[in-house]
DNA sequence: TCAAATAATTCAACCAATAAACAAATCAGC
DNA sequence: GCTGATTTGTTTATTGGTTGAATTATTTGA
């Protein structure tokens, strides 16, 4: 009979997890909230409150400030919210024509964002990394005259990455077994996939269910699965390559090998060519002007992305697919004929039917989710951040 | 910056989850294992796993045997091992042509196992569940007369099924919206999907990784998705739907109303018509006696389970799909078709190839895997075991 | 001005794990 | 057969953390 296996506990654990408890708390609240009411609100004492609290406080996570207004009798109270000066997150993204950097500080507001265009294809792993870095280091020292303490980065790559931050393959970008070194002077930086994070990026900011899937329409056809509020990424990271689910066995060849595979009929570039349109926007503006062409290239490709969304549905049973990259704008025209095939072919449709969003981040989802995933991390293990090596 | 909202932790919570641990461990050991060797394996200290140990033997979860075969010089061990008369979980299934029960306890043998086959559906959801009651409380009895406590129930059904116990629809049964009560008389019971507890049950005895897919074949197609050593269910419990991933758009008509599921393609019905066969065990003595029909037939349903599988995989970065029902017998002559469908569609298969296993279960799989899941809920939770209301 | 009400802190009590000392039981060597 | 080494298991004092009750602080309303 296994099951499995944890680690020992001991009191200070307890102590690590009610800290994240109220930090999370008061991270959560739209205004600032008292002691009493995080006690309220998580089934803690007051006393331990106040003790946690202080913890935070010193530690520079949480500060004081005005209370809410107040009502009734009674002694006021002093409100809590999430340090302004404390850590942030660094965001990074490299993409086929982007590479752009951003800080995000604990309350989830975006303090500076840099983005420079250019083919990154062109410029090949080795320049855009050196550019990445020089973009990282003015967004650190931007952070830093703010008061901040970068925390961590988080980079976004179109592409598989392996647990050691090596990009297996980055199709679009032409890259190849990538070693992802370090920021040169800068904080710890891990590699994730551009749709991982993108999908988290969502989680954070919008108003969605604890399981979805983020299904990402650039060149090529990604997703984030987010199950029970936690981004899934597989066994090895490389989950969610949805662009390569087979739709007809016997349809177009595909770059992978394979025929009839997703990104095939629902691909950026599958879809401009049968719209004749050159770029997204143009195809938007084809569509909503009524023009036959685009129309029924949107609906071809929104009766594949319902096929393949039906499959995800049947086997992940998630309510709710959210739709970025191109699909975000492009979700009016292509909404019907999605909704046309899952609702055929998801078994459970008749019941419950799936529910299509467009994403509300735009182009910069990927990089917020990045500086959010290192924030997240300071949320969900306050203790370490307190008790992190001081220069 | 939203994250999870948990609950607080108190001291009372560590001792719980130590006492899990320590259990677990001892569950986990082949043999009779010494409170030291437990304190070396956990991290915990020895005064620690003492104390933690005798909550436990004089909770009737564990007994002092005993000590394995000496070694050295040293005080000699006393042995720990898993009580054999504590609680036992009632496994019961109800499935097209038998119902059965069974009682496994916590060492993970089978007590006891009644099977009593017939058709379940000419006999109609009442009859087939007074039926099942009556097995449910002979097995109760046997159980007891070896001095074991039946800690739960659980019912396998091959069907969807809602959170509250309501069979939502189970086709080859011909059940729709059937509300499963409790047994009469009996311990709490819960209901779930056959191929979801068949996941279960080969996790629990086999040597499987974390992450896995068990792929159910019997009249229909389900799948049991294991992510991190856990079941995943999906939001309302209905994951696994695999039997309808759309091989082909303009393939075959399936019941469920859409065209070219899997199971048109690869389902026992659709597979046994193609070779000929009138069983499963006609058509693997056909297949191996080399016919053409069976081979053809099998050849056609690995191509189209490769299919489904690289979509599985490309999906969830699993590495190992199990095979179980039907398959687990017929693999042989099921796994190249499989494997190069699989290894031409999955984009990781290159570096990292989908390992195929046959179930070692049998057809008792989700039988044993109800059963295991009742024992899981004590080994994951032993406090709540031990301060259960007592008669 | 005083009582009621609410917020936050202080303090003793309690619970659980730890570390270290101690008791128990065996083996190995002489 | 005795002695010392060795390993197991228990005992005891200590530490860290939450709780609950009492206390202090600060405001509103009569």
């Known amino acids: 009979m296994m099951s499995a296996q944890g680690s020992p506990v001991r009191q200070s654990s307890v102590r690590a997890h009610n800290l994240a408890l109220v930090l999370q708390t008061v991270a959560n609240s739209p205004d600032p909230i008292s002691r009493a009411a995080v006690a309220t609100v998580t089934g ?14 010193t530690g520079g996570l949480l500060t004081e400030r005005e209370p809410a207004p107040r009502t009734g009798a009674g002694r006021p109270a002093v409100g809590l919210a999430v340090a302004p000066d404390g850590p942030a997150g660094l965001g990074l993204e490299i993409n086929v024509d982007y ?23 062109l410029a090949g792993p080795q320049e855009a990394l050196a550019g990445l870095g020089r973009l990282a280091a003015r967004a650190r020292a931007l952070a830093e005259a703010d008061g901040l303490t970068v925390a961590g980065a988080v980079l ?19 890259w190849q077994d990538v ?48 199950l029970d509020g936690a981004l899934y990424r597989g066994s090895r990271g490389w989950s969610g390559e949805i662009g390569h689910i087979p ?10 090998g394979a025929r009839g595979c997703l990104e095939q009929y629902a691909g950026q570039e599958a879809v401009l060519r049968a719209a004749g349109s050159d770029t997204v926007a143009a195809l938007a503006i084809a569509a909503a002007a009524g023009q036959a062409a685009a129309l029924d290239a949107l609906t071809a490709a929104g009766a594949a992305l319902g096929t393949a969304v039906a499959t995800v ?3 992940l049973d998630v309510r709710t697919i959210v739709l970025g990259g191109c699909y975000a704008s ?62």
Do not use: K
Not at 44 to 57: F, K
Not at 156 to 174: Q, S
Not at 247 to 256: L, S, T
């Open 44 to 57: 803690l004492t007051r006393a331990t409150v106040s003790a946690l609290v202080d913890d935070l406080v």
């Open 99 to 121: 590479r752009g950097a951003c800080v995000v500080d604990l309350a989830g507001t975006v303090r500076h964002r840099l983005v420079e265009p250019g083919d990154q294809r």
């Open 156 to 174: 976004a790559v179109p592409g598989l990455v392996t647990a050691g931050g090596v990009v297996r393959i980055a199709p679009n970008l032409g």
């Open 179 to 226: 070693v992802v070194g370090e920021l040169p002077g800068g904080p710890a930086m891990t590699v994730d996939n551009e749709a991982n994070l993108a999908a988290l990026g969502e989680l954070d900011v919008g108003d969605l269910p604890r399981d979805f899937v983020y299904v990402s329409g650039e060149i090529g056809i990604g997703a984030g699965i987010v």
């Open 247 to 256: 739709i007809d066995p016997d349809g177009p060849a595909c770059r992978c």
């Open 313 to 315: 549905v049947n086997l």
């Open 330 to 391: 492009l979700l009016p025209w292509l909404r019907d004929g999605i909704a046309a095939e899952a609702g055929r072919r998801v078994l459970t449709a008749a019941w419950s039917p799936v529910q299509l969003r467009a994403a509300t981040l735009g182009p910069d989802a990927a990089m917020l989710g990045a500086a959010g995933s290192v924030l997240r991390g300071v949320l969900d293990d306050p203790a370490r951040w307190l008790s992190r090596p001081r220069p």
